[in-house]
Each structure stands twice: as structure tokens, then as C-alpha cells.
């Protein structure tokens, strides 16, 4: 990818990325992870934001996730060392709602493991909200994608 290209790929994932945010921020969804969004939720974002990308022709993204010195978890999503974080403003020194970067330093924090896996909805297929989540997604998706 030439460098113009992937300034193209990014401002494209950047778009997405946010109109999917502000999709989660009208709430009304039925999983309770998403009912004080964005704190506890950047779990469930992740795997339907990768969803969402993978949907939206911009290719898998892996989850990563780990804990902090203080016993705060936290996820975001990763790909060819681009990170991407719709929920880092849950935390006091993140104000940003929509991180697109190549930086780590402040995710470094949370030690994220090495155990790398394709965000999306496969990781409800063997649990119980499945049927929400699912539900959850299809809204969220027609939030993102309706016109301007």
C-alpha cells in the first residue's frame, strides 16, 4: 500500500469507526454491557466494530485486550500496527471518543496479551446473548450506515 493509499484506507476506517460511535451513543440497545456506554464496554465494541469493518470492506481486525497496574481492563482493536479505540474516553486521561494510531504508549498500559484473534460476531456463536447481540449489531449497523 502506497502511502497515499494508506492515508486514503485510514480516513476511511477513521469514518467508519466514528459513525459507528455515534450509532452507540443513541443507546436502545439490549445488551447491558452498552447501557452506560463507553465505560464497560469496549468488549462488546470491538467485536461488532470489527464486524462493522469486516462488513464495510476494510478487512479484520484483531482484538486485543489486557489489565493495567490498577485492575482496569480495557480492549481496543488492531491491525498491521494500527490501533483502533472508539472507548478509551472512558478513562479520565483519554478525552478523544475515536483513536486511530500507530502510537501505543498510553494502550502499552494494559499489557495487552499476545493471544491475537479476529474481532467479530463469531464471538457469540456459544453464548447465551447471542440473539441480542445479534439484534444489537443489525441496529447498530443501521445506525452507521444510513445517509447523512
Known sequence: ???????????????????FRSALEQGGLQ????????????GDTCEMLGQFLIDSGLGAWDYRSGVNPSGSSHACLERDGLLLDITADQFDDVSTPVLLTKDHTWHRQFGHSSDYRVASLEWWTRRG??????????LLKQRAEAPL
Do not use: H, I, W
Open 31 to 42: 445488551l447491558p454491557n452498552f447501557a452506560k456506554f463507553p465505560r464497560g464496554s469496549c
Open 129 to 138: 446473548d447471542r440473539v441480542a447481540a445479534l439484534a444489537d449489531y443489525a
Open 1 to 19: 500500500m502506497t502511502a497515499l493509499e494508506e492515508v486514503g484506507y485510514q480516513q476511511a476506517v477513521y469514518e467508519k469507526a466514528s459513525r
